[in-house]
């Protein structure tokens, strides 16, 4: 089993049941977005003690269901804005649980939101674990980076 | 004057001048993002102050800076040789940013967005925006501040 990969499945079926009431599972296959697919990808650091980032990988339309749920609004009323914002919260709850099992002190980032069809890009950093859900139809992805140690 | 522009002007020139010697020069108004070439790499920046640094450039530019930076022929630059480039660039005006905003604060690792698609950052506001030219072609760096409404409250504004 990948690091962390127990706590991630546990704190994003958490999250998104406590904040969305939506129930997501983990599953075997992973989450590979279609060639031109506009993913939303959220991301906050995390500094000091441990350095890497902690992302958040979902369709667009996933991403805008979540939105319309969190702010009680209908699809047609949620605009790009509160979509990022929606993602950018549920990136923030995530990686702030798994800081939590971080050595100390650990500094968490703002969220970065950015709609990509190839993923944000993190030089210098590894992929430590990744781990795919199922949510309504659809699938999303969080993984988590370690920053490279410096040579 | 907005928020850091001239200490922000002074090290993108500097960054610039020693890593790649390179001229630029400020350009008025704003850098026009496209849906389709821009890239974008940033830093965060978190502690006693938080906030991010964004550097946005055309790919024209992205491949002259890369190819300049690691002694490439043309054409020759890949991905992960641009994402190194732009990476180094940021972190590099970033952490002299940041040496100018209240400590304690901590540097992320930068983070980048090809494709065009602008990196956003919610709970934040535009603090400045520096736009210019480098080798005939726009770029700019953006600092970006947390505001203050958590992000309950502007839920319940919603």
């Known amino acids: 089993m990948q690091q962390f990969e127990t706590e991630i499945c546990q704190y994003t079926e958490n999250i998104w049941k406590s904040i969305l009431n939506l129930d997501v599972k983990k599953t075997v296959e992973e989450y590979c977005p279609l060639e031109g697919e506009d993913v939303l990808a959220g991301c906050v650091h995390i500094s000091g003690e441990w350095q890497g980032v902690v992302a958040l990988d979902c369709p667009q339309e996933l991403a805008k269901k979540a939105a319309s749920i969190m702010f009680q609004l209908s699809e047609d009323e949620v605009v790009s804005d509160l979509v990022q914002d929606a993602l950018g919260e549920l990136t923030n709850m995530t990686g702030g649980n798994l800081k939590s099992l971080l050595p100390e002190p650990c500094f968490l980032s703002l969220p970065a939101v950015t709609m990509t069809q190839h993923g944000l890009r993190i030089p210098g950093s590894e992929l430590l674990t990744s781990v795919s859900f199922q949510c309504w139809g659809y699938k999303f992805r969080v993984s988590v980076l370690k920053k490279l140690e410096e040579s | ?158």
């Open chain 2, 1 to 158: 004057m907005q928020f850091l522009e001239k200490e922000i002007q002074q090290y993108t020139h500097l960054v610039c001048s020693i890593l790649l010697d390179f001229e630029i020069h400020p350009l008025p108004g704003t850098f026009e993002r496209s849906s389709t070439n821009t890239i974008s790499g940033s830093v965060q920046i978190t502690g006693k102050w938080n906030g991010a640094i964004m550097l946005s450039l055309p790919s024209a530019l992205v491949n002259t800076l890369t190819e300049k930076m690691f002694s490439l022929e043309p054409g020759k630059a890949s991905i992960e040789d641009k994402k190194d480039a732009i990476g180094e660039m940021i972190n590099m005006i970033g952490g002299n940013i940041k040496a100018l905003l209240p400590d304690p604060s901590t540097l992320s690792t930068p983070l980048l967005a090809f494709e065009g698609h602008s990196l956003q950052f919610p709970s934040t506001k535009v603090v400045t925006h520096c736009h210019f030219e480098c080798q005939g072609k726009p770029f700019a760096i953006s600092l970006f501040e947390q505001v203050e409404k958590p992000f309950k409250e502007r839920l319940k504004s919603k």
